[in-house]
């Protein structure tokens, strides 16, 4: 499906109206695509989640690090999906469609990146999807506290609220 075009060649803007335009367009074409009936855990991981998160690599030029080996100790190794821009954020694919287990994951990779990295944030950021349905949590690591988030955005129907918080958080 071609995409929509933000900018309408030949029309006038001034810059209020591209905040009128926001990214209702792209939303437009990422909802359409975002209604695939899949069962396994790969397709929820390429057809469903994938599709976000290279959208939303459009909005914040993050960089996307797709199973990006980590070993901080016997107890603490794996690997990991996370963005990066100005934070670093974890995206875990929902094992099982499983968030209560997959929470207990995203808390400790969350740990052992707080291990692995030299950075100034103080808050790590996180997000776990069944494809369908996004769950936030994050590490304070002054704290080291967790905080998991008790909302979900399902989607299609939160994706614009969903790209919204992931657009905030990585900016």
Same mark, same amino acid.
């Given at each position: 499906? &071609? ?21 209702? &367009? ?6 359409? =695509?975002? #209604? ?15 599709? =976000?998160?290279?959208?939303?690599? #459009? ?26 821009? *100005? *934070? ?46 996004? *769950? ?8 080291? =506290? ?8 399902? =989607? &299609? ?15």
């Amino acid at each position: 499906m &071609p995409r929509a075009a933000i900018i309408q060649p030949g029309q006038s803007y001034i810059f209020a109206d591209y905040f009128k335009l926001n990214f209702a &367009p792209r939303i437009s074409w990422l909802t359409s =695509v975002l #209604h695939y009936s899949v069962v396994s855990e790969m397709a929820r991981r390429e057809f469903l989640i994938a599709p =976000v998160l290279t959208d939303l690599l #459009h909005y914040t030029q993050a960089t996307l690090n797709v199973e990006y080996p980590v070993a901080v100790s016997n107890q603490l190794k794996g690997t990991l999906d996370y963005l990066q821009n *100005q *934070q670093i954020f974890v995206v875990i694919e929902a094992k099982n469609e499983d968030l209560e287990r997959s929470f207990v994951q995203l808390a400790i990779e969350l740990i052992a990146l707080d291990q692995w990295i030299e950075s100034d944030q103080t808050l790590l950021p996180g997000a776990i999807s069944t494809g369908n349905i996004w *769950q936030f949590g994050q590490f304070d690591r002054q704290s080291r =506290v967790i905080t998991q988030d008790l909302d979900l955005y399902r =989607v &299609p129907a939160d994706l614009e609220d969903l790209l919204r918080i992931l657009i905030k958080t990585l900016n």
